[in-house]
T-cell receptor
Framework: EAQVTQNPRYLITVTGKKLTVTCSQN?????MSWYRQDPGLGLRQIYY???????DKGDVPEGYKVSRKEKRNFPLILESPSPNQTSLYFC?????????????FGNGTRLTVT | GQQVMQIPQYQHVQEGEDFTTYCNSS?????IQWYKQRPGGHPVFLIQ?????EVKKQKRLTFQFGEAKKNSSLHITATQTTDVGTYFC???????????FGSGTKLNVKP
């Protein structure tokens, strides 16, 4: 089944403790991206990747890192999480970038930083 | 960055009533996508509009792209409880592979 898999679904952590949210897709998609969803703000893009080893900042990249060492994986790293990063996070992939093909979203990761 | 305004923020309707959400941009868009997110779920792609004045239909859903490619609407005829969720529009800038989402319209349908 074609899908985007995110883990974990729920994560509670403390300020400053490094964490990684994994994202994997099995559709051989070139484009992958991360979003955070906050009430009233919709989805905001954090980082995106056009292909392996090619990543770039989205609208709200501060406090986040990503890597794209393999085509299928695109982990989101929070080196020193803070409470303002408490949010619902989605990973998404598409066959191409530039809005020319649909985004396929993972099931989301709800992160709480205390 | 690219700004896209979406209204209304919330809409409560009685089952059988119609519903419309609007997205507006101050700049010309290359295309626009629409997504639906059910409560507790993830956004799911509905449709993409590319051409000026384009109108597409999916059963009770009608999507329009403005003539100037600066606005778009999603209209649902005779809502059903299965239409409950948040509807988002999404746009990308011409020069960058960035996505910008509207703030969403949360639809509640009373049976």
């Amino acid at each position: 089944e074609a899908q985007v898999t995110q883990n974990p679904r729920y994560l509670i952590t403390v300020t400053g403790k490094k964490l990684t949210v994994t994202c994997s897709q099995n559709m051989n998609h070139e484009y992958m991206s991360w979003y955070r969803q906050d009430p009233g703000l919709g989805l905001r893009q954090i980082y995106y990747s056009m292909n392996v080893e090619v990543t770039d900042k989205g609208d709200v990249p501060e406090g986040y890192k990503v890597s794209r060492k393999e085509k299928r994986n695109f982990p989101l790293i929070l080196e020193s999480p803070s409470p303002n990063q408490t949010s619902l996070y989605f990973c998404a992939s598409s066959s191409t970038g530039s809005g020319n093909s649909p985004l396929h979203f993972g099931n989301g990761t709800r992160l709480t930083v205390t | 960055g690219q700004q896209v305004m979406q209204i209304p923020q919330y809409q409560h309707v009685q089952e059988g009533e119609d519903f419309t959400t609007y997205c507006n941009s101050s700049t010309t868009l290359s295309n626009i996508q629409w997504y639906k997110q059910r409560p507790g779920g993830h956004p799911v792609f509905l449709i993409q509009l590319v051409k000026s004045g384009e109108v597409k239909k999916q059963k009770r859903l009608t999507f329009q792209f403005g003539e100037a490619k600066k606005n778009s609407s999603l209209h649902i005829t005779a809502t059903q409880t299965t239409d409950v969720g948040t509807y988002f529009c999404a746009v990308t800038s011409y020069n960058f592979n960035k996505f910008y989402f509207g703030s969403g319209t949360k639809l509640n349908v009373k049976p």
